[in-house]
């Protein structure tokens, strides 16, 4: 039998533990709100939508600079999305406080980053390598830079140790990749970036669907994400989607994309229904998110295909692979796969209605839940980076708050109870 200190020393045990688990969660606009020199970095970690991001992830390191350098930074010019990228490459995926940073193993690392994670990296141009010197001095460089270590770490601003650490270091790291004039979402060339990773068969019959195509490009700006089905699986579906009538043709396009940016650690961390632009309506026209570790899927009561791959995600648009076509329920029988019956079309029922296509996709984009109150807003819209930043703020404080206070409560009822 166990006494009843041991009972006491074990809960206490507990609740510590408990207390610590709850103790994670942060949020990197709070954090660098608390230092009035760094409001310029931290004011453009939301314009760009990088705090959102952060909040997300654990074991992370951000670099962050001072007003001054932040305002040689910004003198070049560069666009939200040019420095949206600069900004991700001083974002750590690992856990760098300032007592590791000064005991590296053989006094050096290379740590991932952001702009890495992003895919949009090429090669090692999303590294930095830190090097610990003689004297104390810790300098940072990107590891396509040769070799030159030209930042250097100046202090630790917060430290939450193992989730998070913020270190402010000396100047930017400079990278010509990451510097590299990057194209607006208008610019982008979606249907390009599919055909050349995988997914050209969907590509090519998404082109030849003006009504569908129209809606895709109607939400670029707004926020898009696209789960395209790669060449094989798609190419043996064609004979299904052939037997479609032209308006359910273009529904079943519309089907693959969801009028919001979904970063794929969004994705590990929203389960449930997501609205997709074919949903109008009674026509829902939606699917599960599920995850279980790393791995993705997307499920409707027909089928169930799961991510391979990212082929682009850069706010507000991401692309990934799937390894099946997806089957909505409008459209298909779960008992045969097989197309649901469609009055027989005529073959110039294949040309849409001119105006369909814009009409349309505003009444799904005003069907799917966003995380923002107007998607189509420009990113550097002040007012949103106003919302957003409350919005992280409250939700943050929100998680914090609930979880801690859960935790001490039931602490405190578990000892009540067994002393």
């Known amino acids: 039998m166990m006494r009843p200190r041991q009972h006491l020393h074990l809960l206490l045990i507990f609740s510590a533990v408990l207390l610590f688990q709850t103790s994670n969660a ?95 990296a090429p090669g090692v141009s999303g590294f930095v390598n830190i090097t610990d010197f003689k004297g104390g001095k810790v300098g940072f460089g990107p590891e396509d830079n040769g070799g030159n270590l030209d930042s250097f770490f100046v202090k630790s601003v917060e430290e939450l140790p193992y989730n998070i650490s913020v270190i402010q270091i000396s100047k930017p790291l400079p990278s010509a990749i990451a510097e590299a004039p990057t194209p607006g979402p208008s610019e982008l060339n979606i249907t390009g970036i599919m055909s050349a990773h995988g997914c050209k068969v969907f590509a090519d019959t998404l082109l030849a669907n003006p009504e569908a195509m129209g809606t895709y490009e109607d939400n670029v700006n707004g926020g898009l994400t696209v789960f395209c089905p790669l060449d094989d699986p798609f190419k043996a579906f064609l004979p299904k989607y052939k037997n479609l009538t032209a308006s359910k043709k273009a529904s079943f396009l519309e089907f693959f994309g969801v009028p919001v940016y979904q970063s794929l650690s969004m994705l590990k961390s929203n389960n449930g229904i997501m609205n997709t632009l074919a949903t ?139 002393v």
């Open 26 to 120: 942060h949020n990197i606009t709070r954090l660098l709100a608390k230092h009035p020199s760094l409001s310029t970095f931290n004011h453009y970690l939301t314009l760009t939508h990088l705090a959102p991001e952060i909040n997300r992830r654990t074991t992370i390191t951000v670099l962050a600079l001072d007003n001054a350098a932040m305002s040689s930074l910004l003198a070049r010019n560069p666009s939200i999305f040019t420095l949206k990228n600069i900004l991700s490459l001083h974002v750590l995926l690992d856990y760098f406080g300032a007592r590791k940073l000064h005991q590296i193993r053989d006094g050096t690392a290379l740590a991932a980053t952001m702009f890495q994670a992003t895919g949009v």
């Open 280 to 418: 109008d309506g009674a026509s829902k026209f939606d699917f599960t998110v599920q995850n279980e570790g790393e791995e993705v899927t997307l499920k409707t009561r027909i089928n169930t295909v799961k991510i391979t791959g990212t082929l682009l995600d850069e706010q507000p648009v991401a692309i990934y692979t799937i390894d099946k076509v997806l089957m909505p329920k409008e459209l298909f029988k779960a008992s045969a796969l097989s197309p649901a019956p469609a009055p027989a079309p005529e073959e110039a029922a294949d040309a849409p209605k001119g105006s369909k296509s814009k009409s349309k996709s505003k009444s799904k984009t005003k069907a799917a839940p966003t995380p923002d109150s107007d998607s189509d807003s420009p990113a550097e819209s002040p007012d949103e980076d106003s919302a957003d930043q409350v919005a992280d703020d409250e939700s943050a404080a929100m998680y914090f708050g609930a979880d801690r206070f859960t935790a001490v409560v039931l602490s405190l009822l578990l000892v009540f109870f067994m």
